[in-house]
C-alpha cells in the first residue's frame, strides 16, 4: 500500500486531486475535516487547546479561531 500526501497552496489542484482519487476508489482523508472535529467547542481537543493558549483563541462563539 502507498500513502500519498496532497500539500500545496490556495488553487493549486488538491481538492481536484483528491476527487480523483475517491472516483477511483482510494480512500482518502481530509486533515482539515478531521482538525476541525477534534477542535469542536467542549471536546477534548478543544480544551487542551483552550488550556494551553487561553480564551483568546476562542470566536464570540467559543469555537476555535
Avoid: C, Y
Wanted: overall charge neutral; hydrophobic content about 45%; aromatic content about 4%.
Amino acid at each position: 500500500m502507498r500513502i500519498v500526501g496532497l500539500t500545496g497552496g490556495i488553487s493549486s489542484g488538491k481538492s481536484t486531486v483528491a476527487n480523483l482519487f475517491k472516483a477511483h476508489d482510494i480512500p482518502v482523508v481530509d486533515a482539515d475535516l478531521v482538525a476541525h472535529d477534534i477542535l469542536k467547542k467542549g471536546t477534548g481537543g478543544w480544551k487542551k487547546v483552550v488550556s494551553a493558549f487561553g480564551q483568546g483563541v476562542l470566536q464570540l462563539d467559543a469555537e476555535v479561531d
